[in-house]
């Protein structure tokens, strides 16, 4: 099976990284070219564990909504998601920070 490794390097502190890879507010701004909304669950802020949000975005001129799980945090070590939807059922790799 082929894998695939991205590492990337950021000049902050680690609690300032932690922060803004849960931040759904800068999470939208990121995507705002394929019109990606929180519509539901934690729509603002910080996501926490044990939370959800659930995301309508377009991609590929489709509609579609993924809702993710966040099932467990480390905070500034690291977070694991699961990701469920009608056609998508996995656990996404932890980020470690």
Known sequence: ????????????DIQTVFDLARNIDLHQQSTSRTHEKAIAGRMSGL??????????????????????????????QSVYRRNATRCLQIITPPAYF
């Open 1 to 12: 099976m082929s894998r695939i490794y991205l590492k990337t390097l950021i000049d902050a």
């Open 47 to 76: 996501i926490e564990e044990n939370e959800t949000v659930t995301w309508r975005a377009k991609h590929l001129g489709v509609y579609q909504n993924l809702t993710t799980k966040i099932i467990s945090m480390e905070k500034t």
